[in-house]
């Protein structure tokens, strides 16, 4: 599976982004999904998980409750929904596709699980 993330840009503190990730190839929708980010000088870190139906999500401690994950199958498109953004929120947005393991019930925040990985989108927020 491609995977093709777009949607960063410049905001400030407090404000909102949605980042979508569409995916072209073999069957996005049965495979599970991840949004990673990383700022410069730092390692790449979870951000969240989504389950191939959708139903299940798995976000980091330092998003959960700003941040909502969501897919819809018909479209072939991931979302990031990015509320109440910081200044520590800037970064590379990576989107990812584990597709070695169909329908699993698994979620991952382990970069290494995900084999399939879109080129970043960047969002900047400003102070």
């Known amino acids: 599976v491609q995977l093709q993330a777009s949607g960063g840009g410049l905001v400030q503190a407090g404000d909102s982004l949605r980042l979508s990730c569409a995916a072209s190839g073999r069957a996005f929708s049965s495979y599970v999904m991840g949004w990673f980010r990383q700022a410069p000088g730092k390692e790449r870190e979870f951000v969240a998980a989504i389950s191939w139906s959708g139903d299940s999500t798995y976000y980091a401690d330092s998003v959960k409750g700003r941040f909502t994950i969501s897919r819809d199958n018909a479209k072939n498109t991931m979302y990031l929904q990015m509320n109440t953004l910081k200044p520590e929120d800037t970064a590379v947005y990576y989107c990812?596709?584990?597709?070695?393991?169909?329908?699993?019930?698994?979620?991952?925040?382990?970069?290494?699980?995900?084999?399939?990985w879109g080129q970043g989108t960047q969002v900047t927020v400003s102070s």
């Open positions: 990812a596709s584990d597709t070695t393991s169909p329908y699993t019930i698994q979620l991952h925040r382990a970069g290494g699980a995900y084999d399939s």
